[in-house]
């Protein structure tokens, strides 16, 4: 349930409130909005409406949240979440894109390929240091080394930088050296992990599952915001159906549908859904057209030498083209790309 706190509520009427609710076996919540204030609750146990909070100073209506995803649905938080990264506001009206290898390879290949996508435009560099491959005998990343890797072409080009984190136990150093924490399709109902994300201090990005509903998806992102973290962008990256066209089906609904749903950000990942760099293209603008607050998009300069993912990779001339064919489709829904990394952008007003 949620308590939804007048907006002439004291500090000392929500702390009563916090403490009622502790009392009565609830976790809280305090979710902060422009419009009101809310305190979401949630634990195990039944309640039985009215439940008497209704009373407290300060309150202005207790209301049961329907959905089973408490936190991340839109019930408990009306407007759009506006995740921070830097100077980066993923959920607002920019549109924030990663570009960079599947994998960290060399020093030499990263800041190639970073330096590359920054003057295209992008805005947080991608490359997974922690690969987790279908096949125990295929690349598994360079690890520690691959993140001091990740951190030096931050240092380089500006690009914020975003890398998978496979165990809880790596989470610590994972975060130590990125500014967003990946969840792969293939973790993302790996629920110690989720915990761990929960209690960790920077956005996570939370792919969904090969074979995940949208209702999964967003149980799962409750897992991270239960546990305190509320900074969590969702990310489509297609779903395994009937065809084999292509390596998986990019769910364009999915993207309205969680947006409707809750109140994160969600962001879509072209490359591995369609597993062919000729799609990124039309897939991206469609993502965009259909409300996406971002991309990520798989770039190699050599892609057939990539170690991983080389088919569904772009050259860095066909990211630039992507981000210009993207340049000028967003602005027809509302949008605009996020000023190139490095650039000052002025933080945008909550919608
Ligand atoms: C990736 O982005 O590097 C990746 C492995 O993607 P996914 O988890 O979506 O397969
Ligand atoms: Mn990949």
Known sequence: ???VMKLTATGSEIEKVEQRLQQMGFKSHLIQGVERIVIGAVGE???AFPTGLEMLPGVEKVVPVMAPYKLVSREAREENSLIPVGDLLLGGKQLVVSAGPCAVESEDQLITIARQVQAAGAHILRGGAFKPRTSPYSFQGLEKEGLTMLARAREETGLKVVTEVLTPQDVELVAMYSDILQVGARNMQNFP??????RVGKPVLLKRGLAATVEEWLMAAEYILAEGNYAVILCERGIRTFETATRSTLDISAIPLAKLWSHLPVIVDPCHSSGSWRLALPLSLAAVAAGADGLMI?????????????PQSLTPANFRQL?????????????????????????????
């Not at 992990?193 to 929960?198: A, M, P």
């Open 1 to 3: 349930m949620i308590v």
């Open 45 to 47: 146990k039944k309640v």
């Open 193 to 198: 992990l989720l915990k761990e994300l929960g």
């Open 298 to 310: 798989e770039v190699h300069h050599k892609p057939a030498e990539a170690l991983c993912d080389g």
């Open 323 to 351: 981000m210009d064919s993207v340049a000028r489709i967003a602005p027809a829904v509302g949008r605009y790309l996020a000023a190139p990394a490095g650039e000052h952008q002025e933080q945008e007003a909550v919608e």
